[in-house]
């Protein structure tokens, strides 16, 4: 099966994949290299938008665990995200690519609010699209949101950053003889349980036919790479 060009994708960058080597945080130099990452793949002719995690500041369900309120930690959360919106967007502004942050939850003073219509237009003005705030509702993780996003915003595919080169059979971490697989279908994912995004995000993709590109964001100029077909890469589609 060869892959196929994927012309407007949606970027799902979780907050671990700003934080660099640290544990927590943003780190501005990989938040620098990300940026440059998304600046070679705009050059190379795609639409691009974004979908930041928060996990690098804060995870609701770890805040629950502490004893907050679950819906309360889920807020927080996303306010995570919209810091690391606005480092993404400087980040991207720095080296001559334009943004807009949209956040699901209205914050008129530093980003637009999400309006759909209005994202597509800047996409269309070549403009990357930051979405902050997940969803808007707690109880959704942002790779949910990055679905909802990549439906609603007509994407090709939904590019999921991690800090590996795609999906194995077991973890590559612990077993060295895992095997990489290239494709997946969606319902094997969902049945075999595997981690790739949560369940609603894949069922979501799986719905409107949104196939989940997963490769290693870490590597240098591997988003440009996988986009052009080349790279390792394990894509999950019907
Ligand atoms: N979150 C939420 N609703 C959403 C998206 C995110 O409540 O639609 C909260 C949730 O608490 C989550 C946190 O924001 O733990 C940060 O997002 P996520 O854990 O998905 O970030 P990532 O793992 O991608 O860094």
Same mark, same amino acid.
């Given at each position: 099966?060869?892959?196929?060009?994927?012309?407007?994708?949606?970027?799902?960058?979780?907050?671990?994949?700003?934080?660099?080597?640290?544990?927590?945080?943003?780190?501005?130099?990989?938040?620098?290299?990300?940026?440059?990452?998304?600046?070679?793949?705009? !050059?190379? =002719?795609?639409?691009?938008?974004?979908?930041? *995690?928060? &996990? $690098?500041?804060?995870?609701?369900?770890?805040? @629950? #665990?502490?004893?907050?309120?679950?819906?309360?930690?889920?807020?927080?959360?996303?306010?995570?995200?919209?810091?690391?919106?606005?480092?993404?967007?400087?980040?991207?502004?720095?080296?001559?690519?334009?943004?807009?942050?949209?956040?699901?939850?209205?914050?008129?003073?530093?980003?637009?609010?999400?309006?759909?219509?209005?994202?597509?237009?800047?996409? !269309?003005? =070549?403009?990357?699209?930051?979405?902050?705030? *997940?969803? &808007? $509702?707690?109880?959704?993780?942002?790779?949910? @949101? #990055?679905?909802?996003?990549?439906?609603?915003?007509?994407?090709?595919?939904?590019?999921?950053?991690?800090?590996?080169?795609?999906?194995?059979?077991?973890?590559?971490?612990?077993?060295?003889?895992?095997?990489?697989?290239?494709?997946?279908?969606?319902?094997?994912?969902?049945?075999?349980?595997?981690?790739?995004?949560?369940?609603?995000?894949?069922?979501?993709?799986?719905?409107?036919?949104?196939?989940?590109?997963?490769?290693?964001?870490?590597?240098?100029?591997?988003?440009?790479?996988?986009?052009?077909?080349?790279?390792?890469?394990?894509?999950?589609?019907?």
């Amino acid at each position: 099966m060869t892959r196929p060009r994927f012309n407007r994708i949606l970027l799902k960058l979780s907050g671990e994949a700003l934080m660099g080597d640290g544990s927590f945080g943003i780190d501005p130099e990989t938040t620098s290299r990300m940026a440059e990452e998304i600046k070679h793949a705009k !050059e190379a =002719g795609h639409d691009l938008c974004i979908v930041v *995690g928060g &996990g $690098n500041i804060f995870r609701g369900l770890a805040g @629950a #665990a502490k004893g907050f309120d679950r819906a309360s930690a889920d807020y927080m959360g996303m306010l995570a995200t919209v810091m690391n919106a606005l480092a993404m967007q400087n980040a991207l502004e720095k080296i001559g690519v334009d943004t807009r942050v949209q956040s699901a939850i209205p914050m008129a003073s530093i980003s637009e609010p999400y309006i759909r219509r209005r994202a597509v237009r800047h996409m !269309e003005k =070549g403009r990357v699209v930051i979405f902050a705030a *997940g969803t &808007g $509702n707690p109880y959704f993780t942002t790779d949910t @949101a #990055a679905a909802l996003r990549a439906a609603e915003m007509g994407c090709d595919a939904l590019f999921k950053g991690t800090s590996v080169d795609g999906i194995y059979d077991a973890d590559p971490k612990k077993k060295p003889d895992a095997q990489r697989y290239e494709h997946l279908g969606f319902n094997r994912v969902l049945a075999d349980d595997l981690k790739v995004m949560d369940a609603s995000a894949v069922a979501l993709c799986r719905d409107n036919n949104i196939p989940i590109v997963v490769f290693n964001i870490r590597e240098q100029g591997n988003l440009a790479r996988v986009l052009r077909g080349e790279g390792t890469a394990t894509i999950v589609q019907n």
